[in-house]
Antibody, heavy 116, light 108 residues
Framework: EVQLVQSGAEVKKPGESLRISCKAS????????IGWVRQMPGKGLEWLGI????????RYSPSFQGQVTISADKSISTAYLQWSSLKASDTAMYYC?????????WGQGTLVTVSS | EIVLTQSPGTLSLSPGERATLSCRAS???????LAWYQQKPGQAPRLLIY???SRATGIPDRFTGSGSGTDFTLTISRLEPEDFAVYYC?????????FGQGTKVEIK
């Protein structure tokens, strides 16, 4: 069974760094792109970027280039989304998602709250 | 970058009625890379339609996708109580994604 299990909710202060994770199981992690999607409170879905774990090729939405970093560790089938300096406007639910053409599997979401 | 514009923003309908949701792309996009998702409160999105008109596994046949070029449509033939949710279109070509802003289908 394909599963994407994300790390738990985080509460951070502005300026802090953060890395959230997405652990994949039930399929060949190296063979499918994994994307990250943001959903701010009460708002729609926004694509941040995507990584191909097989060779770590990464692509970012122009809106998020330089704002976040996407990476993956093949040895533990885990993708990451990280920030070096959080802002209050980063408060949102973040989903990882497997690309098999369209997105066929989603993680359960990680809620990130940034507040002083 | 392709921009997807969904209309209407909100659709107020009664169970049993037909829902027609629109997704317009800022430039022609391959129908092979157009999907529709359903999202209910507190849940991750769920894939309904891919390649513009193919139903995902387990999706009832009351959901139909159509369109090509810049204009795509999701039709729900007869709304069931569980269909009241937010619907998003997405283009997923070239390993880059764009989502529409969503259409909320609410109970009238």
């Amino acid at each position: 069974e394909v599963q994407l299990v994300q790390s738990g909710a985080e509460v951070k202060k502005p300026g802090e760094s953060l890395r959230i994770s997405c652990k994949a199981s039930g399929y060949s992690f190296n063979s499918y792109w994994i994307g990250w999607v943001r959903q701010m409170p009460g708002k729609g879905l926004e694509w941040l970027g995507i990584i191909y774990p097989g060779d770590s090729e990464t692509r970012y939405s122009p809106s998020f280039q330089g704002q976040v970093t996407i990476s993956a560790d093949k040895s533990i089938s885990t993708a990451y989304l990280q920030w070096s300096s959080l802002k209050a406007s980063d408060t949102a639910m973040y989903y990882c998602a497997r690309r098999a053409g369209p997105v066929d599997y989603w993680g359960q979401g990680t809620l990130v709250t940034v507040s002083s | 970058e392709i921009v997807l514009t969904q209309s209407p923003g909100t659709l107020s309908l009664s169970p049993g009625e037909r829902a027609t949701l629109s997704c317009r792309a800022s430039q022609a996009t391959s129908s092979s890379y157009l999907a529709w998702y359903q999202q209910k409160p507190g849940q991750a999105p769920r894939l309904l339609i891919y390649a513009a008109s193919s139903r995902a596994t387990g999706i009832p046949d009351r959901f139909t996708g159509s369109g090509s070029g810049t204009d795509f449509t999701l039709t729900i033939s007869r709304l069931e109580p569980e269909d009241f949710a937010v619907y998003y279109c997405q283009q997923y070509g070239s390993s880059t994604w764009t989502f529409g802003q969503g259409t909320k289908v609410e109970i009238k």
